[in-house]
């Protein structure tokens, strides 16, 4: 029998970043982009979360997948991905099994700390139910384990990082 621990690392396919976009400024509208740049501590050069310094939410993701259940909920045949305020769109992938690993975009290597839970602001964007539509389907967070560049149609790949070298990358130069 193979170990539930094993089973987790286990992907039937790599997925594929579909959208970038970044607000510059809180609260800011979001600049939809074909690249960018990711920074050890701070995340996505640029964008105002990166300002935080060393968050658990460097840079957010959401399924595509997850688009077309929200829409679903809300009872439209489709939501954008900007009025998510994600940075990172991917497909074919399940993001929350990415939690507490660690995978590569691009040049770039990130770790899921946790679900990106909606905020006040799905009601607004989304319209009356938005913030209960969006929980449960609102993405990842990550933290940036190797700086580089994140593209539109970039590969999404788990890579296994023992958890005795996860320090050394988490430190290193930017």
């Known amino acids: 029998?193979?170990?539930i621990?094993?089973?987790?690392?286990t992907f039937a396919?790599?997925?594929?970043?579909e959208w970038i976009g970044i607000a510059q400024e809180r609260m800011g509208l979001i600049q939809i982009v074909d690249s960018v740049e990711v920074r050890l501590q701070t995340g996505i050069v640029g964008e105002h979360h990166a300002n935080r310094g060393n968050s658990k939410r460097q840079v957010t993701l959401i399924q595509a997948e997850h688009l077309t259940a929200i829409a679903s909920l809300l009872g439209r045949e489709s939501v954008a991905p900007e009025q998510l305020r994600r940075n990172i769109v991917v497909s074919g992938i399940n993001l929350i099994a990415l939690k507490d690993h660690c995978f590569r975009i691009g040049s770039a290597v990130l770790r899921g700390t946790g679900a990106c839970v909606p905020c006040s602001r799905m009601e607004r964007n989304l319209g009356p139910g938005g913030y209960n539509a969006v929980r449960g389907?609102?993405?990842?967070?990550?933290?940036v384990i190797e700086a580089g560049t994140i593209s539109v149609g970039d590969r999404v790949q788990f890579c296994e990082i023992p958890a005795?070298?996860?320090?050394?990358?988490?430190?290193?130069?930017?």
């Open 1 to 3: 029998m193979i170990p």
């Open 5 to 9: 621990a094993e089973r987790k690392t």
């Open 13 to 17: 396919q790599s997925g594929c970043v």
């Open 137 to 143: 389907h609102g993405g990842l967070n990550t933290v």
């Open 164 to 174: 005795s070298e996860l320090g050394n990358h988490l430190s290193g130069p930017q």
